[in-house]
């Protein structure tokens, strides 16, 4: 039973990098998503550490991925009512 990933959600995802099939799961997603966010975070903290960049400059940074990142803000159950098996949604 496949799942089905709406147009917004898959352009956003397919935007970071994401390409899921009707067979991957939110779940598996959502997690990769998730890493991918920590990976830039982190990646951001090291750089502003480093003085690589401005206090100003990153806290800008982190709200632009933040928006970015924005299927984050969606619980795993809202991903899986959005993509729904088979389309039931």
């Known amino acids: 039973m496949p799942w089905t990933y709406p147009s917004e959600l898959a352009e956003a995802l397919v935007a970071l990098g994401l390409r899921p099939t009707s067979a991957t799961p939110p779940a598996l ?3 990769a998503l998730n ?3 920590r ?3 982190r990646r951001m903290r090291d750089r502003l550490r480093a003085g690589e ?3 100003a400059a990153y806290i800008d940074l982190v709200v632009a991925t933040r928006k970015r990142y924005w299927p984050l803000t969606l619980q795993l159950p809202a991903w899986e009512k959005i993509c729904g ?3 039931d949604t």
């Open 35 to 37: 890493d991918l966010y």
């Open 29 to 31: 997603v959502r997690d």
């Open 53 to 55: 960049m401005p206090r």
């Open 85 to 87: 098996r088979g389309g």
């Open 39 to 41: 990976f830039e975070l």
